[in-house]
């Protein structure tokens, strides 16, 4: 029995005649008593009444029950058809702090978006305070963080962490290799990146000073940086991105920064879904084209 036996017996129960299911079906009437004794012998009972001289088509007993029989078999084989060309699209809702989308972030959605081709991707920008509320009331599946909080019902995993670099316009006036206490905030393009790069800060610059702007949007970065003298201290990959564009240049810090640890915060680690794991793993492969980046410990699923 397969589809084409049912179909071709849908349209003769409701044919006026043998001869007019045919012409619908665009085959002829030889081939369609053909395909409707391979159904009745299949089946071991006539379908259609067979008489000489009736004109008007009749279904047997036998005919009439299998036809709302027939109806579901064939309603059934469309959906089974409908599979592979409309596959269900997973959801994933990710979030992360802005400084990751500079680099890390975009390249790592499209590896993981090459081989998750089900994958429905939602990527929004959130500061790691409301990112911890989010995930906690199932608003996230997983969130990239930078500072980490405490809350019962989150867990949070260190990932990587990433040197801190000075970076200026190539023609700024500053040596290749200084101390903090050489710089000065009035130039100063200042992020506040983390509470470790916090502290560092205020040891060096006090808890008052004044930077000359300060930002939270790194798509700005690279028009404040072009200013006379100006100076910003920003991870490794973000300095990797505004090397790339031209026109800016590092230099060595003495008595740097900490590196800036990343953390991954979902609700339970054990009950990740395949599709989380598989897109922190294409995150944790980014990182290792990076040598100023390092990952923490051992791999995230071990």
């Excluded at 959605?109 to 500061?127: D, E, G, N």
């Excluded at 339970?268 to 989380?276: L, Q």
Aim: net charge negative; charged share 20%; hydrophobic share 40%.
């Amino acid at each position: 029995m397969n589809y084409t036996d049912i179909h071709t017996f849908l349209i003769i129960a409701s044919s006026p005649s043998l001869s007019k299911a045919a012409e619908s079906l665009y085959i002829s009437q030889p081939a369609l008593s053909h395909r409707l004794s391979n159904l009745e012998q299949e089946l071991g009972s006539a379908l259609v009444v067979r008489h000489k001289g009736v004109r008007t088509l009749e279904l047997t007993e036998a005919g009439r029950r299998f036809v709302p029989i027939a109806k579901k078999w064939e309603q059934l084989w469309l959906e089974t058809q409908k599979i592979d060309i409309a596959q269900p699209q997973t959801p994933l809702r990710v979030s992360t702090v802005d400084s990751l989308n500079v680099y890390l972030i975009p390249h790592a959605s499209a590896s993981f978006l090459k081989t998750h081709s089900a994958c429905k991707l939602s990527l929004i920008t959130m500061r790691s305070n409301e990112a911890y509320r989010a995930v906690e009331n199932h608003e996230l599946d997983v969130s990239f963080i930078t500072n980490p909080h405490f809350f019962k019902k989150v867990q949070t995993i260190p990932l990587f962490q990433e040197n801190m670099t000075f970076i200026c316009a190539e023609n700024a006036s500053y040596e290749d290799t200084l101390p903090p206490s050489e710089l000065h905030t009035d130039n100063e393009i200042y992020i506040p990146w983390s509470n470790t790069f916090l502290m560092w800060h205020d040891y060096w610059f006090g808890t008052h000073t004044d930077a000359r702007v300060s930002l939270d949007n790194m798509s700005l970065l690279k028009h404040f940086l072009r200013l006379e003298d100006a100076w910003a201290i920003v991870p490794s990959t973000v300095a990797h991105v505004l090397m790339e564009k031209g026109g800016f240049r590092t230099a060595v810090l003495e008595d740097a920064p900490e590196p800036r640890m990343c953390y991954a915060i979902l609700k339970d680690r054990r009950k990740a879904s395949p599709m989380v794991n598989a897109f922190i793993d294409e995150l944790l492969k980014t990182c290792q084209f990076f040598p100023e980046v390092t990952i923490v410990g051992e791999k995230y699923r071990n």
